[in-house]
């Protein structure tokens, strides 16, 4: 394998110049399904069935391709997405370039080179003759960064029928890989309250700023660190003139946590809030959601995991795993019962930012690593992990 992507490596990162270069916002739908159709045609290039579906009302493109089209369980289930946080002309300002160690580029960590990733490591296993051994379906999204709210449906479903799961997210520096991921949501808290003039009649109002204070507090007796839980208000806006009792105040809270059964701790924490406002008269509203369950390492996780360490000893990677704050689709994939690996992409940092980079020196031992796992697989008859 090692051999395959050395004499491909050139070839790989001309790929990552290309599709980095292909504008793919969330949103931008054109520019989403020009990516998927340049997978597309590389997957069915090694005879593997393709598929660029349009999911949900919005029409997000998204791509499924199979080695053995309707043979599930699938032996593994790759998932990636093909959108970016980045508007459209952002290629423009800055394409992809590279200074003979990084690369550079909007969603070149994240995580354009990480579908790459993918798709050499199917293109190596065909170049050895043994792809068609291995039961395999390729996801790849095109609205991860708001939410995957189209294409969730397909995601899970797919996992469902998996025995194992590997997210395409970008590796962290150090070759380390994500494990667990927090799950998350998002509440908005608006305070009713009664204008009034602040220095005629102030006691004829019903202060919204100082009730959503009081609020404000409450909501931060919901962090701790112990259990993995965070809720920080992160938005604030209230009142508008100087003179004037604000009427109205409102905030915004990202939620997080580390285990699934403080969902429900949280959606009651919420549900309560409206019902003890601070102030006589005062009324509360709450809306939000939690939006992704938290990516548990499984006991099965962990052997996939470890599966993943003895093939990177072998060839000279020492392989970690870690735990961030982050929500990624492996959350929705884990919340499924299916083992789930994340950061199987090339290594990078920086994303979402202007100075985002991947380490070109990473592609080599990433593909070569996937691909050995994927063999794995193979020798061990599709082994039983997650089954």
């Given at each position: 394998?090692?051999?395959?992507?050395?004499?491909?490596?050139?070839?790989?990162?001309?790929?990552?110049?290309?599709?980095?270069?292909?504008?793919?916002?969330?949103?931008?739908?054109?520019?989403?399904?020009?990516?998927?159709?340049?997978?597309?045609?590389?997957?069915?290039?090694?005879?593997?069935?393709?598929?660029?579906?349009?999911?949900?009302?919005?029409?997000?493109?998204?791509?499924?391709?199979?080695?053995?089209?309707?043979?599930?369980?699938?032996?593994?289930?790759?998932?990636?997405?093909?959108?970016?946080?980045?508007?459209?002309?952002?290629?423009?300002?800055?394409?992809?370039?590279?200074?003979?160690?990084?690369?550079?580029?909007?969603?070149?960590?994240?995580?354009?080179?990480?579908?790459?990733?993918?798709?050499?490591?199917?293109?190596?296993?065909?170049?050895?003759?043994?792809?068609?051994?291995?039961?395999?379906?390729?996801?790849?999204?095109?609205?991860?960064?708001?939410?995957?709210?189209?294409?969730?449906?397909?995601?899970?479903?797919?996992?469902?029928?998996?025995?194992?799961?590997?997210?395409?997210?970008?590796?962290?520096?150090?070759?380390?890989?994500?494990?667990?991921?927090?799950?998350?949501?998002?509440?908005h808290v608006k305070a009713k309250g009664k204008a009034a003039h602040a220095g005629a009649d102030p006691e004829k109002?019903?202060?919204?700023?100082?009730?959503?204070?009081?609020?404000?507090?409450?909501?931060?007796?919901?962090?701790?660190?112990?259990?993995?839980?965070?809720?920080?208000?992160?938005?604030?806006?209230?009142?508008?003139?100087?003179?004037?009792?604000?009427?109205?105040?409102?905030?915004?809270?990202?939620?997080?946590?580390?285990?699934?059964?403080?969902?429900?701790?949280?959606?009651?924490?919420?549900?309560?809030?409206?019902?003890?406002?601070?102030?006589?008269?005062?009324?509360?509203?709450?809306?939000?959601?939690?939006?992704?369950?938290?990516?548990?390492?499984?006991?099965?996780?962990?052997?996939?995991?470890?599966?993943?360490?003895?093939?990177?000893?072998?060839?000279?990677?020492?392989?970690?795993?870690?735990?961030?704050?982050?929500?990624?689709?492996?959350?929705?994939?884990?919340?499924?019962?299916?083992?789930?690996?994340?950061?199987?992409?090339?290594?990078?940092?920086?994303?979402?930012?202007?100075?985002?980079?991947?380490?070109?020196?990473?592609?080599?031992?990433?593909?070569?690593?996937?691909?050995?796992?994927?063999?794995?697989?193979?020798?061990?008859?599709?082994?039983?992990?997650?089954?």
């Amino acid at each position: 394998m090692n051999d395959f992507m050395t004499s491909r490596y050139t070839d790989f990162v001309d790929d990552l110049e290309t599709i980095v270069n292909q504008d793919s916002s969330s949103g931008n739908a054109k520019g989403i399904a020009e990516v998927a159709r340049f997978f597309e045609r590389r997957f069915t290039a090694i005879g593997m069935t393709c598929e660029i579906i349009y999911a949900g009302q919005a029409g997000v493109p998204c791509l499924k391709a199979e080695t053995r089209p309707g043979q599930t369980p699938y032996d593994l289930m790759c998932l990636g997405h093909m959108d970016t946080v980045f508007p459209e002309g952002e290629v423009e300002k800055r394409p992809f370039s590279t200074d003979g160690t990084k690369g550079y580029g909007p969603g070149v960590c994240d995580m354009k080179g990480g579908l790459l990733v993918a798709l050499y490591t199917m293109e190596a296993l065909h170049h050895q003759g043994i792809l068609d051994k291995l039961s395999v379906c390729v996801t790849f999204n095109g609205d991860e960064e708001t939410g995957s709210n189209a294409s969730r449906e397909l995601i899970e479903a797919c996992a469902r029928q998996s025995r194992r799961v590997l997210v395409f997210e970008p590796c962290r520096p150090g070759y380390n890989m994500v494990l667990r991921r927090k799950g998350g949501g998002w509440f908005h808290v608006k305070a009713k309250g009664k204008a009034a003039h602040a220095g005629a009649d102030p006691e004829k109002g019903i202060n919204a700023v100082v009730e959503l204070a009081h609020q404000i507090t409450r909501i931060h007796t919901l962090n701790d660190s112990e259990k993995g839980t965070s809720a920080q208000v992160t938005v604030m806006h209230g009142g508008d003139k100087v003179n004037i009792i604000p009427e109205t105040a409102v905030a915004a809270v990202d939620v997080r946590f580390s285990k699934s059964e403080e969902a429900k701790t949280v959606e009651s924490f919420f549900k309560e809030l409206t019902r003890t406002p601070y102030l006589p008269g005062a009324e509360l509203e709450v809306s939000g959601r939690i939006d992704r369950p938290p990516m548990e390492c499984s006991p099965e996780a962990e052997l996939l995991f470890q599966q993943i360490r003895d093939c990177g000893k072998i060839i000279g990677m020492d392989a970690e795993g870690i735990s961030t704050g982050g929500c990624s689709d492996g959350n929705f994939t884990s919340a499924q019962g299916t083992p789930t690996i994340d950061g199987m992409g090339i290594v990078g940092a920086n994303a979402h930012r202007d100075d985002e980079y991947v380490e070109l020196e990473s592609i080599i031992p990433m593909v070569t690593l996937v691909a050995d796992l994927c063999k794995s697989f193979i020798d061990s008859s599709a082994g039983d992990t997650g089954s």
